[in-house]
């Protein structure tokens, strides 16, 4: 018992001494899933890294772990050293960790209950090698459960929160729990973001609001926080997504991607 008293203060001591050398830690939240809160994160991360940003994402979303095949890691493995766990780098100045590059099997689910979760994600923090950062990403699962509990409570100088929402009444509706969800733990709000507003034709260049238009702007109008952009449906950013080629960098002369940087220098700005 007394072992495991001294192993737990040594471990806040390391979850301290690891915050203290990350200058802004943000968190990316949805009040529902299927609204491209990880294309977010994964694309947030990449610009500010390619910006010569000492950079770090960590995957909270234990269940559904997707960092790792967004950035091209899918099937490495992590290692350790006298410093801790090894986080994998993706670019010199971009280091990335996710419960998928633990596990073997891609197709083995995870199925663990709140404390587990918990832990997971508190030695994430704590026992990863994250050395001196200017920024750390947080993507967590959708919702307001565990995992983005658990994230905000175990950094208590979290810098803010990145929400994205998609256009339609439903996500809204959500969005804005999450916005309350932020509020309530004292995490400040860096802003909404509107995902999937709108399709512009390749060819006619006509556009079709899909999902409608607008919700997410005026979800944040009503609740008195930023609104950061709206990022138009583009059917390639799902095609990079998946073969680990960040939109933002892969594809930066498009009109979505330099949205996208509008929307990173209003982040850097929240924070600046």
């Keep these: 018992m007394e072992n495991k008293k001294q192993d737990m203060m040594e471990q806040e001591k390391r979850l301290k001494k690891n915050l203290s050398r990350i200058k802004n830690k943000i968190i990316v939240i949805s009040g529902k899933g299927g609204v491209g809160k990880t294309t977010v994160s994964v694309n947030l991360a990449y610009a500010l890294a390619m910006k010569n940003l000492q950079t770090g994402i960590m995957d ?57 979760k918990m832990a997971t994600i508190k030695q994430f923090i704590s026992d990863v090698n994250w050395g001196e950062l200017d920024y750390l990403i947080i993507d967590s699962p959708p919702g307001t459960g565990d995992e983005p509990l658990s994230t905000c409570q175990l950094i208590p100088d979290i810098n803010g929160a990145v929400i994205v929402t998609t256009p339609q009444d439903v996500a809204i509706l959500d969005s804005r729990k999450t916005v309350l969800f932020a509020k309530q733990l004292n995490v400040p709000v860096i802003g909404i973001i509107e995902n999937m507003s709108g399709f512009v034709c390749p060819y006619c260049k006509g556009k079709t609001n899909l999902f409608g238009e607008g919700g997410g702007k005026k979800a944040a109008s009503d609740l008195h926080v930023p609104f950061l952009g709206q990022i138009p449906v583009e059917p390639e950013m799902v095609t990079y997504g998946d073969s680990g080629k960040p939109f933002i960098h892969f594809r930066k002369e498009t009109e979505t991607a330099k949205i996208l940087k509008e929307i990173v220098e209003r982040i850097i700005s929240f924070n600046s």
């Design 60 to 116: 909270a979303d234990i269940h559904g772990p997707n960092i790792a095949k967004m950035l091209g890691i899918e099937g490495r493995q992590l290692t350790g050293g006298q410093s801790g766990i090894e986080p994998l780098r993706v670019l010199p100045n971009l280091k990335a960790i996710s419960i998928a590059l633990l596990i073997e099997d891609q197709d083995s689910p995870i199925i663990w209950r709140g404390p587990l």
